[in-house]
């Protein structure tokens, strides 16, 4: 093993290790070393047994090339890739960074304030009603029409919106598995996933752990992914089977997940939709169980107020 290799301090380390080690690889190995170079958000995805049908060799040499370059294993190889693929490309930008290019175009005007997130939220729904987006929202939601349960991810801000996707889908009658947490936590809700389930992930910008796994486990399971993700996000859209592209305001500036918010209310009604009578029979349920829970007219909870 080359021990200077593992330690190379660099933000492509795949790279450097294979550039330090190829040479010395044999020829079936370095051909599965080169796939995993070229293809690196689709392998972050897939299983040793996937890139081996993919390169066209054995799930054993697809984990012998990781160990011949020095990782542990095709889990530890992923972590790097994941790592190198949040390097490369866009100069780093943190959520202090964006909001000050924001702050340094509208000024201290509150009204050009306002006219900046009325703009682009405006320019977020004409990407929704561009035919491209109209067929992959149908896609979308015949795949999750299909579904047993709906597995939604979203860590960080985008946790919130699943979160709240979660109640509109349980009253048109879908059930549904929160997938929100990050690190460890997200392997314990991972379990639950299975059999029957449609994955619904939000991410956006350069593919990270989390979605990696989560993505990576969907397809090792067989289950259809959908991921809503930004315009841009090509390596990312590498990973579903349907993707909709939906913007966050101008790159390089302070998020804003107005049209992110309407494309999943639109997912939802067009499941209502699809599914007819059922979401009333769920909805009309919801009104019987608000009636027994609320107090006779003219009540008062303790202390004198209604609940």
Do not use: C, W
């Amino acid at each position: 093993m080359n021990t200077t290799a593992r330690g190379t301090a660099t933000a492509d380390g795949f790279r450097a290790r294979l550039d330090g080690l190829g040479a010395g690889l044999a020829p079936s190995l370095l051909k599965v070393a080169r796939f995993m170079d070229r293809h690196r958000a689709r392998v972050l995805a897939a299983s040793a047994a996937d890139i081996a049908g993919l390169v066209g060799t054995s799930d054993a040499t697809v984990v012998r090339t990781a160990r011949a370059l020095g990782y542990a294993g095709l889990p530890e190889l992923k972590r790097a890739l994941a790592d190198a693929l949040a390097e490369v490309g866009d100069e780093p930008s943190t959520p202090a960074d964006e909001m000050r290019r924001t702050l340094g175009e509208v000024g201290a005007d509150v009204g050009r304030a306002v006219d900046a997130v009325l703009d682009a939220q405006e320019a977020a729904l004409r990407v929704l009603r561009a035919p491209g987006t109209r067929d992959a929202m149908a896609a979308a939601v015949a795949a999750l029409d299909r579904a047993g349960r709906i597995a939604l991810f979203g860590v960080g801000p985008t946790a919130h919106l699943v979160r709240y996707a979660a109640v509109p889908l349980g009253r048109a009658g879908r059930r549904t598995l929160l997938l929100d947490r990050t690190g460890r936590g997200l392997a314990d809700q991972l379990l639950d996933l299975g059999r029957g389930d449609v994955l619904l992930a939000l991410a956006y910008g350069r593919p990270y752990r989390e979605i990696a796994v989560v993505l990576g486990e969907a397809r090792r399971l067989g289950l259809p992914a959908v991921l809503m993700t930004g315009e841009g996000d090509h390596r990312l859209a590498a990973l579903a089977d349907v993707v909709l592209k939906v913007p966050r305001g101008a790159a390089g500036r302070a998020a804003l997940h107005g049209g992110t918010m309407a494309a999943l209310e639109a997912l939802v009604l067009g499941l209502m939709a699809a599914a007819g009578d059922g979401s009333l029979a769920t909805l009309d349920r919801l009104g019987a169980l608000r009636a027994e829970l609320d107090p006779p007219r003219g009540s008062r909870t303790e202390g004198g107020r209604r609940g």
